[in-house]
């Protein structure tokens, strides 16, 4: 079980307290509340107690650290903590952010500005503007596909609809 921290009006350290303790102190407005993590109280009123030394005690590992808090004189436990370490999760987003990037590279996808407006204005000069036809479907005038010029190098991109068509 961890105890509570507990510090006097001069935010000196003093030995740490049981929660059954530090909640009656706390509920007869003895302490206040300090810190929530790790929970520390403080006294309002000034203390004189001799204080017994406490050792930190470090377990690191592969995935994690174990810290623990021991009071030297009794050996027991006074606070105790567990450290995650973020390495692996790092490397699995970075893993999956690299397969993002080959995938879009291995399809030929290219960035495209585009290179008309809705108006009918070319960006580029002496562009020819090339029009999808398409049989079977009628265009809404609502909905245009972005048009690009010949000679732009995202002409000879795929189409969306030819990379992900459905397996027949």
Do not use: W
């Not at 406490?54 to 006074?78: C, F, H, Q, Y």
């Not at 690009?148 to 459905?166: I, T, V």
Request: net charge positive; proline share 7%.
């Amino acid at each position: 079980m961890s105890k509570v921290f507990v510090l006097d009006t001069n935010l000196k350290q003093l030995n740490p307290v049981y929660p059954g303790q530090a909640r009656r102190l706390l509920s007869s407005g003895k302490a206040a509340v300090y810190r929530r993590y790790p929970f520390t109280i403080v006294l309002k009123t000034a203390v004189e107690a001799p204080v017994e030394p406490l050792r930190i005690k470090i377990d690191p590992g592969s995935k994690t650290t174990g810290m623990a808090m021991v009071n030297d004189t009794t050996g027991e436990v006074v606070f105790a903590a567990e450290l995650l370490h973020q390495g692996e999760a790092i490397k699995k987003r970075l893993d999956k952010r690299r397969g993002v990037r080959r995938t879009i590279q291995g399809i030929g996808y290219q960035y495209c500005r585009a290179l008309h407006r809705s108006d009918g204005y070319s960006y580029q000069k002496g562009a020819t503007l090339v029009l999808p036809k398409r049989e079977t479907e009628t265009i809404p005038a609502s909905s245009q596909d972005v048009v690009q010029a010949e000679g732009s190098p995202c002409a000879q991109a795929p189409r969306k609809e030819d990379l992900f068509s459905p397996l027949s």
